[in-house]
Every structure is written in C-alpha cells, then in structure tokens.
C-alpha cells in the first residue's frame, strides 16, 4: 500500500502561482510513476503532468510552458509548479503513485485550486 498526501492547493487570483507537494508513503522503496491528476467542476478527471523516477516527463498540452513537475526520489515526493494559473485550473488536483508503472495507482485525497479571475 501506498498513501499520498497533498498541500499547497488555495485560492491564487489569475496570473498567480502555486506549489503543490505531495508525498507518498507506504511500504515501498521506490516509486516508478508519480503523477498530478485533477478535476474541475462537471469535466472528467485529466492527466495534469507525470515523471517517472529516472525523470521522464509528461504534460497536458493546455499547461505546458505554465506547469512544472518534480519530484524527490529518495523521499517519494512529487511537486507541481504551476505559474500563470488561469480559472480554467480551478479543480481538484490529486496525487497518483503507480509504484511499478504497471498502472496500479494509489490516489491521494486531493487539494482545491481556486484561480479568480
């Protein structure tokens, strides 16, 4: 089992940034695939970005150039920088770990991002 746990999510007025943590814990060592997924009001869930743990990076197209993700392998943790939040990023974003990169994934609860316009 594997359990993230997110922060840094708020309420940023458009143009603005944040930083999202999260930080997985479990009874791995390491984690293959880390991920940000989010939600917005009425839209299905949405691959945000990802990286693997030799740093292999994946974006959402609407977020490339805004978006960063990283993450600390020997911590398990990911982070999401997001720069020039616009409200179409206003979801739920929610961490996912796919320990062996077999598509198994364990979900974190989720942190609200409000971006006002």
């Known amino acids: 089992q594997v359990h993230p746990v997110e922060s840094g999510g708020g309420l940023v007025q458009a143009g603005g940034s944040l930083r999202l943590s999260c930080a997985a814990s479990?009874?791995?060592?390491?984690?293959?695939?880390m991920a940000w997924y989010r939600r917005a009001p009425g839209k299905q869930r949405e691959l945000v970005a990802r990286?693997?743990?030799?740093?292999?990076?994946d974006y959402l197209d609407s977020v490339k150039g805004r978006f960063t993700i990283s993450r600390a392998n020997a911590q398990n943790t990911v982070y999401l920088q997001m720069n020039s939040l616009q409200p179409e990023d206003t979801a739920v974003y929610y961490c996912?770990?796919?320990?062996?990169?077999?598509?198994?994934?364990?979900w974190g609860q989720g942190t609200q991002v409000s971006v006002s316009s």
């Open positions: 996912a770990a796919d320990p062996k990169g077999d598509g198994i994934v364990f």
């Open positions: 479990g009874s791995v060592f390491s984690i293959n695939v």
């Open positions: 990286i693997t743990s030799g740093g292999r990076t």
